[in-house]
């Protein structure tokens, strides 16, 4: 499995896991049981939404094509794994 969305929170992480879903796409959440036992801390970069790694490729493509890029040019995050392919995240 590979981290294809770093997400802000578990609707954020759901939202994309269905969306990925509905192209046929495998999806997992991870981290989901995490974030009950946190209280009202703001704790970040436990939610994630992870694809098999062949569906990869096609799953970031999908994630991208759900925001546009923001004023800086920047796409949503997609975690550690976009660093050691050369991917823009």
């Not at 997992?28 to 704790?43: D, F, I, M, N, S």
């Not at 096609?58 to 550690?80: F, I, K, S, T, Y």
């Amino acid at each position: 499995m590979r981290t294809v969305y770093e997400a802000a929170n578990l609707i954020d992480a759901h939202l994309v896991r269905q969306a990925l879903e509905a192209e046929g796409i495998p999806a997992y959440v991870r981290g989901e049981a995490l974030t009950g036992g946190l209280g009202e801390l703001g704790v970040f970069g436990l939610v994630a939404v992870m694809v098999p790694e062949s569906a990869w490729p096609r799953a970031r493509e999908r994630v991208l094509a759900l925001w546009p890029a923001n004023a800086d040019g920047e796409a949503p995050e997609a975690g550690e794994d976009d660093a050691e392919q050369g991917c823009p995240a």
